[in-house]
């Protein structure tokens, strides 16, 4: 297929935006422009700098290429200035940093900074009676052989909810088994009455 006039002007619009056209089609627009004795001045240029505008189709390679050229400006040769002169300053914060922290004395009086904070003390959470009554009532499930042997409990979950009834019914001041394993918890739980 030949390369139209119309093919042309979509590839200068393309180029003079600053996207890449590829060696073949470069080659078929410079081809064109030059049959029919058009100018591109500045073109050399852009294919001298082809390899910046490579890199500059990922996003870091764009800014890298963005921030040397916004850089070569006066307003970019203050702002390095700028920079340069934070730079210092910072560094020498730091350097004075270090020091007092190398002689506390100085900078804290007689403790230095780690010691003069205290740790936060921790205060352990009281237990209900409802909940002490439950822990009594699981040990003398645990000290008889009703739910398994002596020092175990076999089916965990079912006695943990026979305990927590009956603990939840002495809170509601109901009345005690009369004999049985229930009747032994209920004993055991002396928080609740």
Do not use: C
């Not at 921790?122 to 699981?138: D, E, H, L, W």
């Not at 020092?151 to 088994?177: D, N």
Request: net charge positive; charged share 25%.
């Amino acid at each position: 297929m030949a390369y139209t006039a119309k093919d042309f002007h979509e590839d200068l619009a393309i180029f003079s935006a600053g996207a890449l056209l590829g060696p073949a089609r470069t080659r078929k627009m410079l081809s064109f422009a030059a049959r029919k004795g058009i100018s591109l001045v500045g073109l050399g240029a852009r294919t001298a700098a082809a390899p910046v505008a490579r890199a500059a189709t990922s996003p870091v390679g764009a800014g890298a290429v963005l921030g040397g050229v916004a850089l070569q400006t006066p307003q970019g040769q203050a702002l390095l200035a700028a920079a340069e002169e934070r730079g210092r300053q910072d560094r020498i914060r730091l350097e004075m940093l270090l020091q007092d922290l190398a002689t506390p004395d100085r900078a804290y009086g007689a403790q230095p900074p780690f010691q003069a904070i205290a740790p936060k003390r921790i205060v352990k959470r009281t237990v209900s009676t409802f909940n002490k009554a439950v822990k009594a009532g699981m040990k003398a499930v645990k000290q008889s052989s009703s739910y398994g042997k002596v020092g175990t409990i076999t089916p965990a979950k079912k006695v943990f909810s026979i305990v927590t009834k009956l603990a939840s019914a002495k809170k509601k001041k109901k009345k005690a088994p009369k004999s049985g394993i229930r009747r032994k918890i209920w004993g055991a739980m002396k928080g609740l009455r």
